[in-house]
């Protein structure tokens, strides 16, 4: 099938999911709990999306739970981006690199 077809159609679904809200929801939202709701579901998503990855993306279970740890744990210590992600890093290396020297 003709790919500009496929590229028109995801132009329209994601046009659609963008301009619906905006279309059903003319005025403001007062419910207190609904408006918290909708705060939280991109985070829900955005972790619902990353946490497989984490503990699959780094070839064992055991380095990824160590860079998921030590990600957490410099995250509650409000540490920058780059600081959380090398050093999860660095930790995924470490456990690979004990890994190799046991096994």
Do not use: D, H
């Not at 619902?48 to 984490?54: K, L, R, V």
């Not at 160590?66 to 409000?78: I, N, Q």
């Not at 690199?97 to 046991?102: D, E, F, N, S, W």
Request: hydrophobic residues 60%.
């Amino acid at each position: 099938m003709n790919i500009y077809v496929y590229i028109a159609a995801m132009a329209i679904t994601t046009y659609l999911i963008r301009m619906l809200p905006l279309t059903i929801f003319r005025k403001p939202i007062k419910s207190r709990f609904l408006r918290s709701f909708l705060y939280y579901v991109p985070y829900a998503c955005l972790t619902a999306m990353t946490f497989p990855s984490i503990l699959s993306g780094a070839g064992s279970l055991a380095a990824g739970i160590a860079a998921l740890m030590v990600a957490v744990v410099l995250s509650y210590m409000e540490k920058s981006l780059i600081v959380v992600a090398l050093s999860s890093s660095a930790a995924v290396l470490a456990v690979q690199l004990i890994a190799r020297i046991i096994g």
